[in-house]
């Protein structure tokens, strides 16, 4: 299974960016799919995850800024950010998992993608 992010960028403070991630190989539609957040010297952080049939969770800092969804259709994922704050900047990985749970630690997760810069400035 191969992840290929697109998207990202640099913004102010309360814009928007929307995160793409798009598998090949694999049996897409049955994984479940997740976004973490990594900033410099520490460990990645759950941001939000999806099920199979569209089930979501979420970190509490993003709850009612972010959005995960996917098209199965074309086996993408997306995370729509919305008012975006600084301590949201960092580089974002989406991952694959190949069980149907949602599971907020990165070691649950398969398979992952090259990452994707995001710089929020104040």
């Known amino acids: 299974v191969q992840l290929v992010q697109s998207g990202g960028g640099l913004v102010q403070a309360g814009g928007s960016l929307r995160l793409s991630c798009a598998a090949s190989?694999?049996?897409?539609?049955?994984?479940?799919m997740g976004w973490f957040h990594q900033t410099p010297g520490l460990e990645r952080e759950f941001v939000a995850a999806i099920k199979y049939n569209e089930y979501t969770d979420y970190a509490e800092s993003v709850k009612g800024r972010f959005t995960i969804s996917r098209d199965n259709a074309k086996n993408t994922v997306y995370l729509q950010m919305n008012s975006l704050k600084p301590e949201d900047t960092g580089v974002y990985y989406c991952a694959a998992r190949i069980y149907s749970t949602i599971e907020t630690q990165g070691e649950s997760y398969h398979y992952w993608g090259q990452g994707t810069q995001v710089t929020v400035s104040s």
């Open positions: 190989g694999g049996t897409f539609s049955r994984y479940t």
